[in-house]
């Protein structure tokens, strides 16, 4: 089956820190991959997503690049602001079928002044 | 904003009562789908439904029932509740037809369900 595997957090930074959030997978077929942020007391968002091997998706200082060899899609960002405070999750979907993403269980970023 | 739209935000119920979600999902969006979101489970999907067919279906448990109407708006019908079943609900919906990998899904801003 699918599944998606994202590092346990809370990851804990300082403003203007290197943020880094590591998410791996598992799937039957070719994924697209996905980063979503939820804010507090909203609904996911998407950030950014890659659809096929070594493309690298990105929005707002987020990167992400679809690694196949790895079974990675991790999320950086070169400089972390208190406003990235929120929980970030990784998501796969596979073509075929009824297509229903797969999320890992997020990762919670807490970034202090 | 992402356009899906979910009604009410906040409700709290009584162990053994029904209640009923409500999501309206992006203009020209076809497909809808339901997650539960609890602190212990994470993100659950629940049912998808597609132009008003039942297309998919995760962890729903048989006290939950869903539909797509044909203005394809869906509601969610949660009955005997226990309180467990406390948590943020989500209504989400995509654009594309099922099996489009790359379909981008937006999520409603949650119902959030207090069973007490």
């Known amino acids: 089956g699918n599944s998606v595997t994202q590092m346990e957090g809370p990851v804990t930074l300082s403003e203007e820190a290197f943020l880094t959030i590591n998410c791996t997978y598992t799937?039957?077929?070719?994924?697209?991959l996905f980063w979503y942020v939820q804010y507090p007391g909203e609904g996911l968002q998407l950030l950014l997503k890659?659809?096929?091997?070594?493309d690298k998706g990105s929005n707002k200082g987020f990167e992400a690049t679809y690694r196949k060899e790895t079974t990675s899609f991790h999320l950086e960002k070169g400089s972390v602001q208190v406003s990235d405070s929120a929980v970030y999750f990784c998501?796969?979907?596979?073509?075929?079928?009824?297509?229903?993403?797969?999320f890992g269980r997020g990762t919670s970023l807490i970034v202090h002044p | 904003d992402s356009g899906v739209t979910q009604t009410p935000k906040h409700l709290i119920t009584a162990t053994g009562q029904r209640v009923t979600l409500r999501c309206s999902p992006r203009?020209?969006?076809?497909?809808v789908y339901w997650y539960q979101q609890s602190l212990d489970q994470g993100l659950q999907f629940l049912i998808q439904?597609?132009?008003?067919?039942?297309?998919a279906k995760g962890n729903i448990l048989e006290r939950f029932s869903a539909q797509q109407f044909p203005d394809l708006h869906s509601e969610l019908n949660l009955s005997s509740l226990e309180l467990g079943d406390s948590a943020l609900y989500f209504c989400?919906?995509?654009?594309?037809?099922?099996?489009?990998?790359?379909?981008?899904?937006?999520f409603g801003e949650g119902s959030w369900l207090t069973v007490v």
């Open positions: 203009s020209g969006d076809l497909s």
């Open positions: 799937a039957t077929g070719y994924p697209s």
């Open positions: 989400a919906s995509s654009p594309g037809t099922p099996g489009s990998s790359g379909n981008t899904i937006y």
């Open positions: 890659a659809t096929k091997a070594d």
């Open positions: 439904y597609y132009n008003g067919e039942e297309r």
């Open positions: 998501a796969l979907s596979v073509a075929g079928g009824s297509y229903i993403p797969t």
